[in-house]
């Protein structure tokens, strides 16, 4: 099966839909919550935050948070990492798109 095409993201729609995000995120560097923080997370590894208690399936996913890893994470995060803590999935293929945007700049910030 082929992977799914990532469509160009707007970052003033995924600034409206990172909000269901933040019941478990913080962009703040060093804030975490129920998630760990998403400051940087774009080409970040997985399980690298310090101070966060994440599953041991993610501190070994070996994975690094690019534009598509992150929407490939987003459209099922339990199939992508089994054994994660995140539940929220994320079906549009337009809405991760735009969340991926929005977190390239926003989490820098």
Not at 70 to 94: A, C, G, H
């Amino acid at each position: 099966m082929a992977e799914e095409a990532m469509p160009e993201g707007d970052f003033e729609r995924g600034k409206l839909a990172f909000g269901k995000c933040t019941m478990c995120h913080s962009l703040k560097q060093g804030v975490n919550g129920v998630g760990p923080s998403l400051y940087g997370i774009v080409g970040r590894q997985t399980g690298s935050v310090p101070k966060y208690a994440y599953s041991p399936a993610n501190k070994k996913a070996g994975i690094t948070w690019t534009d598509e890893a992150l929407f490939k994470y987003l459209k099922n995060p339990e199939k992508t990492i089994p054994r994660t803590k995140m539940v929220l999935k994320v079906d549009s293929p337009q809405e991760r798109a735009d969340i991926v945007a929005y977190l390239k700049v926003a989490s820098k910030e």
